[in-house]
């Protein structure tokens, strides 16, 4: 992929994110990069609150950093590159003096939905 193109579509993605947040985390601040559209940004997002609100006790993240650490491109049946099969990232949550970090593994399907898993990271 085209580096300018990629750096255009996670700064576009920042913002979205910005605009698209749930209520507990619209004054966080997004620092990183990401795969994911803004739309799967918001729904990582909930989920990744819905883990850390309970397991800190702290509804109001000052910083979400996603980090991409492994792409794997789907392949045509001459093994060509045809796009994006798998993609895993770890999301870094602060808040209330805490720190959380999550393995979001994004899994895309043929009808080019999106599967979103996430794991505690260790």
């Not at 109001?60 to 491109?73: D, H, N, S």
């Not at 590159?81 to 593994?105: D, H």
């Amino acid at each position: 992929m085209n580096t300018n193109r990629n750096t255009l579509i996670l700064v576009s993605a920042a913002m979205a994110l910005a605009m698209a947040l749930p209520a507990s985390a619209q004054s966080v601040r997004l620092k990183g990069n990401t795969m994911a559209s803004p739309e799967l940004q918001s729904a990582t997002v909930t989920q990744l609150m819905e883990r850390f609100t309970p397991a800190t006790r702290c509804q109001r993240p000052e910083r979400i950093e996603p980090k991409t650490l492994a792409i794997q491109p789907r392949l045509d049946k001459a093994k060509k590159p045809i796009g994006l099969a798998k993609v895993k990232e770890q999301w870094t949550i602060n808040g209330c003096g805490k720190q959380r970090s999550y393995q979001v593994i994004y899994t895309l399907d043929e009808k080019k939905g999106t599967h979103i898993e996430i794991v505690d990271a260790k």
